[in-house]
C-alpha cells in the first residue's frame, strides 16, 4: 500500500483568528501552495484512491483542492485519526482496514504527521521528521501495516 501525508497548507495565524482554532481556513499564500504542491504530486503520478482529512478546516480545505486537482472520484473522509493530537498508531489501525493494493493521502497537522512518520520508520514517535506546511511523503507500507516497517520513498518541503 502507498500511503502520502500532507501537512496542511498555510492557515491564518492563531494571534489573527477570532474565531475557533479548529476552524481557521487556509490563506490566498496558502490555497496557491497547496495549488502548486498538487501540481507536484500530478507530476510524480500520484494517484490516491482514498483521501483522508482531519476534521480541521484548514485541513479539509487542503484535502478538497487535492481532490479536484487529482481528480479523486471518492469524497474526502474526515477522521480524527488525523487530529494534531491523535495517537500515530491509531492511524496505523485505520490503515488496516483497506485494501492492500490501494493508494491513500493523508492531510492532516504538525506534530501528528511527524510522530506518525516516525512510527512508520522507526516503531518509535519522535520530531525527527517535522513536515513544513503543505510537505509531502510516500511511504510504501506491507500489508497489514506495522510499526517501523514503512519505506520512505520521496519527500517534498
Known amino acids: 500500500m502507498d500511503c502520502v501525508f500532507l501537512r496542511h497548507g498555510i492557515a491564518v495565524e492563531r494571534e489573527e483568528w477570532d474565531g475557533s482554532d479548529d476552524d481557521r481556513p487556509l490563506t490566498e499564500r496558502g490555497v496557491k501552495r497547496v495549488s502548486q504542491v498538487a501540481a507536484g504530486l500530478r507530476w510524480?503520478?500520484?494517484?490516491?484512491?482514498?483521501?483522508?482529512?482531519?476534521?480541521?478546516?484548514?485541513?479539509?480545505?487542503?484535502?478538497?483542492?487535492?481532490?479536484?486537482?487529482?481528480?479523486?472520484?471518492s469524497a474526502v473522509k474526515r477522521v480524527e485519526e488525523l487530529?494534531?493530537?491523535?495517537?500515530?498508531?491509531?492511524?496505523?489501525?485505520?490503515?488496516?482496514?483497506?485494501?492492500?493494493?490501494?493508494?491513500?493521502?493523508?492531510?492532516?497537522?504538525?506534530?501528528?504527521?511527524?510522530?506518525?512518520?516516525?512510527?512508520?520508520?522507526?516503531?518509535?514517535?519522535?520530531?525527527?521528521f517535522p513536515f513544513k506546511k503543505a510537505g509531502a511523503c510516500l511511504f510504501e507500507l506491507s500489508m497489514p501495516p506495522k510499526v517501523g516497517r514503512g519505506v520512505l520513498r520521496w519527500w517534498l518541503e
Open 83 to 128: 487530529l494534531p493530537d491523535a495517537n500515530p498508531e491509531r492511524l496505523l489501525a485505520l490503515f488496516r482496514d483497506l485494501p492492500p493494493e490501494c493508494s491513500v493521502l493523508c492531510v492532516g497537522h504538525e506534530p501528528h504527521l511527524g510522530h506518525a512518520a516516525s512510527v512508520l520508520l522507526t516503531g518509535k514517535p519522535s520530531m525527527a
Open 44 to 73: 510524480l503520478e500520484v494517484q490516491p484512491t482514498y483521501i483522508f482529512s482531519s476534521p480541521l478546516v484548514r485541513a479539509l480545505e487542503t484535502a478538497d483542492i487535492i481532490q479536484a486537482s487529482l481528480s479523486i472520484p
